[in-house]
């Protein structure tokens, strides 16, 4: 249900009233979910169940970075109209209009301001890491479900056996987490030791 | 300096991209996997090589040992999710310089690539 939706759904007193398409405000449509993206696999039943899933959490990773991506193109545009901005205060404080004591002090607010625009930024940009996180979390279901597909292909003594291409799987992406540096100490440890034992 | 990264993510090559320029590194080429990346080098001008391990095709540990065949100089980090112990001595014992557990922080990187330029 969208806010149209919900919209006249409350002006109606309750009575569900679905608004027509040409109804809805003209913002950008958001992208179809994943499931959306491939209506044929939902109106026909699928022969092959595992493979289904294989393909719906093959298609969720691939549009998550897709999405991703388009986050990422916001956010270097935003990046590059706070350098813009920028530049352009920067010129506005050679003026002779700007030189006023209190005019300055405004002036390297603005700035300090859009400093800290771009520091959130770049903390926004570092966090999509998270993608690739989960990513390769659903990778490896993928691969536990094509093991579970081939082994049940295997004591039926039929069936096709899953032959997509299976990227390397991170064996322990389980336990890895979304904060930054949740694992620098232990690795360091790790190759710290490990050049201490070669020069011994 | 040119700047290899060696990712399957789209996304985490952007960031990597990202936190390079913030440091004075704007010189990148990349590749979507081992084989693309040994492609890239192949060009000439790489300077320092930053892969991941787990990437279809050929992986970043293959990758490097193959890298390592050809030139034991170049200096190479692995910025990947395996925060096993073994995985990151097996990365080591390949040939890779340093080792940045995902997800880092931009410090963590900088950090790392400067202690291999020295």
Partial sequence: MDQSEIDALLAGGGKSAKKPKADKAPA??????????KPAAHEEPHKDGAGHVISELDTVTSVTERE????MDQLD????????QQELITGMMQHDAAQAPGVQSAIHEVMSAGKEIQDKVFEAMD????QDITRQKLERIVHHLRQIHDYIVDLLGSGLKSDAERPSISHTIAQTGTTPDENKAHADAVIEAFKTQKKG | MKILIVDD?????RIIINTLSRIGYTDVVEGENGKSGLEKLGQGGVEMIITDWNMPEMDGLEFVKTVRG???AIP??????NAAKEDIVEA???????????PFTPETLKEKIESLLG
């Fill in chain 2, 70 to 72: 050809q030139n034991a």
């Fill in chain 2, 76 to 81: 190479i980090l692995m910025v990947t999710t």
């Fill in chain 2, 92 to 102: 080591l014992q390949a040939g890779v310089n340093n080792y940045v557990v995902k």
């Fill in chain 1, 28 to 37: 950008p449509a958001p992208a179809p979910p994943p499931a959306a993206a």
């Fill in chain 1, 68 to 71: 991703s991506n388009k986050i």
């Fill in chain 2, 9 to 13: 993510s789209s996304t985490m090559r």
């Fill in chain 1, 127 to 130: 966090l999509m890491q998270f």
């Fill in chain 1, 77 to 84: 545009q935003i990046s590059r109209l706070v350098s813009r």
